[in-house]
């Protein structure tokens, strides 16, 4: 027994919600010779689940990649499967999680740190303070005095931790911005698929209704020939 509020698919005959109903005249005609191809019996009279139509055309867009390009990237996958949930894309890029592990994350804080304005002047003080220290108030003979032997052995160390440690943020950086691009190629890429079907249906939308006004047109001069008949007798 069918709930009212539901509907028999005519490609699987099962059972879903009326909100689902899509008819095959609304249909592109690529996807309906694929949906024919492994449903003979269907036909423009049928009618198939907002599911069930999601899934061919996945099937479509991916035999139609692999006949222009090949075999479909590991991103691609990705696009062909998001267009079979009605879960956006970029929601599901932006809700992945980095992951990042502590390293990273004192790595970035460093590299942050020494690229600002801050560091370079705090560090300018630091060296003035040091060297005014002992040259002026300790009269040269403090704990490092000129050639400031120790300052020096201070600064090379510093600079042999630190460039390393931005080095790692820099390819972390650089690994980021691989990803964001991969994931901006989704994003486009599934775009242009989604406008690509869209113009699909609005083109066979158009021609259809073309078809129904020529036949309404036909069928009001077939009206008025049979008035003008009936007037002449």
């Not at 079907?197 to 259809?208: A, F, G, P, R, T």
Request: proline share 3%; net charge negative.
């Amino acid at each position: 027994m069918i709930n009212e509020s539901n509907f028999l698919s005519d490609i699987s005959s099962t059972e879903y919600p009326e909100s689902e109903r899509v008819s095959a005249k609304l249909i592109t005609k690529p996807l309906f010779n694929l949906i024919r191809d492994e449903n003979p019996d269907f036909t423009r009279d049928s009618c198939i689940s907002i599911s069930e139509l999601n899934s061919y055309k996945v099937k479509y867009i991916s035999h139609y990649f692999a006949s222009e390009i090949g075999d479909l990237s590991p991103l691609e996958n990705t696009v062909m499967n998001s267009l079979s949930t009605d879960k956006l894309l970029v929601s599901k890029v932006e809700d992945e999680d980095e992951g990042f592990t502590f390293g990273e994350k004192i790595a970035d804080k460093v590299a942050e740190f020494g690229g600002s304005w801050t560091f370079i002047i705090t560090f300018g003080i630091v060296i003035v303070l040091w060297i005014g220290a002992n040259v002026y108030m300790l009269s040269n003979k403090g704990f490092d005095p000129y050639p400031f032997i120790l300052l020096n052995l201070v600064l090379s160390c510093l600079a042999a931790l630190q460039a390393p440690v931005i080095m790692m943020s820099q390819n972390r950086q650089e690994d980021k911005d691989r990803d964001r691009a991969g994931k901006d190629y989704m994003i486009n890429l599934k775009s242009e698929l989604e406008i690509r079907m869209i113009h699909e249906k609005l083109d066979y939308l158009i021609m259809n209704q073309q078809q129904e006004l020529i036949d309404f047109q036909k069928k009001q001069m077939e009206m008025m020939d049979e008035i003008l008949n009936r007037m002449n007798k």
